[in-house]
């Protein structure tokens, strides 16, 4: 199915092929939705033969909209969402449209499971090629370390895999390069991991005066955990549905085991806290399910509200950075905006891959709004606070760097010697510039 610019359903496509409420105003001249792999390599040699450049949409979740460009062919994979099990290998492949809801199920099935994204409407296409910090990623690292291989189309319209033995290069950035990969890719083959049996949480929530202390407590409790427990902070407001509303720090630790015992145990230096008295409130050893967990973040995250989002790596520690990030959340315009830190444990070594952790310490800032006549607002408020904490910064991830905000956002997402190798392969795989590079603010409208 296509549709082009003066088609009458065209406006509705358009606006849809991005999650966020807050639909940029770029027009492709063509949206395409292939219904299979071929398709795909007839709509780029389409492309190529009408001189369109190409962008492409899996899931839809970029925030900054990176898959509407002005001009060119939009090609929306979101209908190539199968998934094949091998039980025996302990693999699957999987199409990029497929969500991390739709997913888990599937393999759980099989007993096994992926380091799907937290959100479960993301879809694996954007998140994979973007590195992926997802559930459990303490123990698997980014979920593109579990990609051993991919079926892509390249600029010139030949279908081709990659992986360690087939064009390797090409492998190497389709782990990590994120929106300004230069294939389409129709397919990952993944590499699983015995299914939880038990998923458990312990949350706590303590006022927003008291965020120094709480993660100093919660760093230190963080040495004692192992990596199968995800621990993470959140500065939000408590009842986001009132305005003003307290603002709080919450402290959460999920811990993914083999049992019961085996998750409580685990879970044991988050059981007590020496600032308990402070509490606002505390849930200890939640029995949950990724289903639940999907729940939960749906709460946060609905499809009616307009979204800014950015990131930032850093080697500073986390009682400095959300220190400075609570003096500017506290004046946020929405109380529905939030801010989140996870707690990236060592881990599994650095694959080869473009993916890289740029710092000891990640925080992610979102402005969360839903009165169109608010966005100037709410995304200034966003770029205040991101300017609060980037001279302690060093990098942002690619997945959720706001690549409008400053053009050195893209290059800023990768190590220097990863970028150059970037932009040399960009220029090998597609010399005539077929695909879309990285959004940048000159792309994006006012």
């Known amino acids: 199915m296509s549709v082009r610019r003066d088609d009458a359903d065209y406006e509705a496509i358009r606006t849809a092929a991005v999650w966020n409420g807050l639909t940029p105003a770029r027009y492709p001249d063509v949206i395409v939705r292939p219904a299979s792999a071929d398709d795909v390599v007839e709509a780029v040699r389409l492309a190529r033969a009408q001189g369109l450049r190409i962008a492409m949409r899996s899931g839809g979740h970029s925030w900054c909209g990176s898959p509407l460009r002005d001009g060119g062919m939009l090609i929306d994979l979101s209908g190539l969402r199968t998934c094949a099990v091998d039980p025996v290998s302990a693999t699957a492949t999987v199409r990029p ?23 479960g409407s993301v879809a694996v296409g954007g998140y994979l090629l973007s590195g992926g910090l997802g559930w459990n990623s303490g123990v698997r690292g980014p979920a593109c370390a579990d990609v051993t291989g991919v079926e892509a189309v390249t600029a010139n319209g030949e279908p081709i895999t990659c992986n360690e033995r087939e064009h390797q290069d090409l492998f190497w950035a389709a782990r990590g390069a994120g929106p300004g990969f230069f294939a389409a890719v129709t397919a990952f083959h ?20 008291d965020v120094v202390e709480v993660t100093h407590w919660a ?35 999920t811990a993914f085991a083999h049992c019961k015992q085996e998750a409580y145990d685990f879970l044991g230096p988050l059981r007590t806290c020496p600032l308990a008295e402070r509490s606002l409130s505390r849930r200890l050893d939640e029995p949950m399910t990724f289903e639940t967990l999907y729940d939960l973040s749906a709460t946060l995250w609905g499809p009616e ?67 169109p006549r608010q966005d100037a607002v709410n995304i200034n408020w966003l770029r205040q606070a991101m300017h609060a904490i980037e001279p302690l910064g060093t990098g942002h991830y690619i997945a959720e760097a706001d690549l409008t905000a400053a053009s050195s956002r893209a290059r800023r997402s990768f190590a220097p010697d990863d970028w150059q190798r970037l932009q040399s392969l960009k220029t090998t795989y597609d010399p005539e510039d077929v695909f879309w590079s990285y959004l940048s603010p000159e792309d994006a409208s006012p």
């Open 97 to 119: 449209g497929i969500t991390g809801r739709e997913l888990t199920p599937e393999l759980g099935r099989h007993g096994f499971a992926f380091p799907t994204g937290h959100c």
């Open 190 to 209: 993944l590499r699983l991991y015995p299914r939880p049996e038990a998923i458990t949480s312990t949350t706590w929530t303590f006022p927003l005066a």
């Open 219 to 253: 760093m230190g409790a963080s040495s004692e955990l192992p990596p199968s427990v995800e621990l993470s902070f959140s500065l939000a407001t408590a009842d986001p549905g009132s305005a003003p509303g307290p603002k709080v720090v919450t402290v959460t630790g």
């Open 305 to 371: 509200y307009r979204y800014a989002a950015d990131t930032l790596w850093s080697d500073a520690d986390f009682p400095t950075l959300l220190a400075r990030l609570a003096d500017v959340f506290d004046a946020a315009p929405s109380s529905r905006s939030l801010i989140l830190a996870p707690v990236s444990p060592a881990g599994r070594p650095p694959e080869d891959m473009a993916f890289s952790a740029l710092g000891n310490s990640y925080v992610a800032l979102y402005a969360v709004w839903q009165d």
